[in-house]
DNA sequence: TTATCAATTTGTAACGATTACAACTTGATA
DNA sequence: TATCAAGTTGTAATCGTTACAAATTGATAA
């Protein structure tokens, strides 16, 4: 069933896996707007009434640390969170505020300057209006 | 003299140029290592000691505004900023804290997916260990 | 000069996302 | 069924940032 799959998915990546744990990382996985802490503590809470808020800070922080999530600072007053843990490019519409995935070449980035560093994340956010918003304007 | 070629670049800028103003803008120029407003704010208080933080809040969010300064996200606890407003990435050293610029080719990075969309500002973030802490470790 | 008015600066209070922390609950093990 | 570590919860605290009203400044006109 379901939980077990995803419960084996933590388990896999050093993560016991609780009802919370699992049913946020479903969410994540099945919601892919890139939702901060505020909406996946309000879709959930109906599910759970007993689920706290610091619950679900410390569970993304969990999977952050265990790879099998990432943080997406790209407003800079809340934190969005992706279960795509893939290198990939971030764009949000001043207009209507929704985030597009978009695949980068990462190779094409990796700067002649950079050569002699370590990388281990990359994050590239670019900000503008969408396809669909310059269209209705 | 120096204060009127800063006075006159603001005022180009369209940003009546302020004693404070100018000083801000002098500040980001001559240190470009992206600081934060608390240390814009404890360098040119010896200076100005009337000043104030929201002062300098203000003044750095009339230059993004105008255009002639950005904000860099880098950090998630405190926003950064930079009189250089090229597009180039930004490189944070897990070890010693230090943001080091580079060069992107930017063509090379607009993707297919974007190809419809009105892009007005790229940011790239990366993270890792400098050349200088991992050659020390 | 002096009056006027808008723009700028200032300090304090409020805001809100996030974190710290202690109490409570859960679940595995013996 | 006792124990103990891990996970969860709610509340309080933190802290960068913003809101706001009062004070100051500076340009313009009478």
Redesign the interface.
């Known amino acids: 069933m379901q939980e077990n799959y995803f419960g084996d998915f933590l388990r896999n990546n050093g993560i016991k896996p609780s009802f919370q744990r699992i049913k946020i990382y479903e969410y994540l996985l099945q919601n892919k707007e890139h939702p901060t802490v505020e909406t996946i503590y309000n879709a959930l809470n109906s599910q759970i009434p007993t689920l706290s808020k610091t619950t679900v800070y410390n569970t993304l922080k969990v999977f952050i640390e265990k790879g099998i999530a990432m943080?997406i600072?790209i407003d800079?007053t809340e934190?969005r969170f992706d279960a795509d843990v893939k290198v990939h490019?971030h764009?949000k519409?001043?207009h209507c505020h929704k985030i597009?995935d978009?695949?980068?070449?990462v190779e094409?980035?990796s700067?002649?300057?950079?050569k002699?560093?370590?990388?281990?994340?990359?994050?590239?956010?670019?900000?503008?209006?969408?396809?669909v918003c310059?269209n209705n304007s």
């Not at 978009?102 to 070449?105: A, G, L, N, R, Y």
């Not at 700067?111 to 950079?114: K, Q, V």
Request: one cysteine or more; charged letters at 30%.
């Open positions: 943080a600072t800079d934190v490019g764009f519409c001043e597009y978009f695949e980068v070449d094409s980035i700067s002649e300057a950079l002699d560093f370590d990388v281990y994340d990359q994050q590239m956010f670019f900000y503008g209006v969408c396809k310059k």
